[in-house]
């Protein structure tokens, strides 16, 4: 029951984002002067759980309960390291990782997949952690780890590199963003046969001052910018992003520009 709750987590930066048919089979060829001007459809909501009650303290409470039960980074570092091998994130890396540090353990039980599963009783909880590599091509990662009511776990490589959002809102935005970089990237192509965008790595670029504490690992108040990185038809590319969050631990996503860097 818990797998089925998280089987839509195909988090961008650890797997290959597939372009869609119209993307595909008609690019869209967007003029150098149209690049950096926002548009509506440039708007991406990221939607929160619905639970009840307060937000904070419905968390608060969730959080405290699953408290006993958090991992120990200690504990995790070989399948973590395992988790990285496998990973398509690590595919450009020269040698297969050999080390990790683990780091950053917080919890992450207001990512939207997670608190739903929380509340229909499949999940416990669920914390992202960090990890730095000995790999120069891929030095940083993003983890989550989901704790199961029947005693399992999942663990995921999210992404590469830093991210102020939860796992479900990076995937949701990887979506459009993906999308954007690959018409981008193959216009004035005709022969870019590529059927797939890869994102290669997420920065964050600024936090307003009025940005709040992680509440359970989603932003409730404030906003801030990343930039996230894609490889497509043979181009590197980047994407500025501003995300405002909703007060509940969804956000909304603005695809502010998209370059063409190499």
């Known amino acids: 029951m818990s797998r089925s709750h998280f089987a839509a987590i195909v988090f961008a930066a650890a797997t290959t984002l597939g372009a869609p048919a119209s993307a595909q089979n008609d690019p869209v060829i967007i003029p150098d002067e149209e690049l950096f001007v926002p548009k509506v459809d440039d708007v991406i909501p990221l939607a929160a759980a619905s639970v009840p009650g307060s937000v904070r303290e419905w968390y608060a409470a969730r959080i405290g309960a699953s408290a006993s039960r958090a991992p120990n ?32 353990l917080q919890p992450a039980h207001a990512d939207r997949l997670v608190a739903e599963g929380i509340r229909d009783g499949a999940f416990v909880g669920a914390w992202t952690f960090m990890a730095d590599t000995d790999c120069a091509e891929v030095p940083r990662l993003r983890y989550m780890y989901v704790l199961e009511t029947g005693g399992g776990h999942i663990m995921l490589v999210v992404n590469r590199g830093d991210s102020l959002t939860t796992p479900s809102q990076m995937r949701e935005a990887s979506a459009s963003t993906a999308t954007r970089a690959y018409n981008v990237a193959s216009a004035g192509l005709p022969d870019c046969n590529l059927e797939s965008v890869g994102m290669v790595d997420a920065e964050i670029l600024q936090a307003d001052g009025a940005l709040g504490a992680p509440v359970a690992g989603a932003r409730l108040t404030g906003g801030w910018s990343e930039r996230w990185t894609f490889q497509a038809c043979g181009r590197t590319l980047t994407t500025d992003l501003r995300f405002d969050a909703d007060g509940k631990g969804g956000a909304t996503a603005n695809m502010i520009r998209t370059d063409i860097i190499g």
């Open 73 to 104: 980074l200690n504990a995790l570092e070989e399948e973590a390291l395992l988790r990285a091998r496998w990973s398509v994130t690590t595919r450009g890396c020269a040698a297969p990782i050999s080390t990790l540090r683990l780091t950053a």
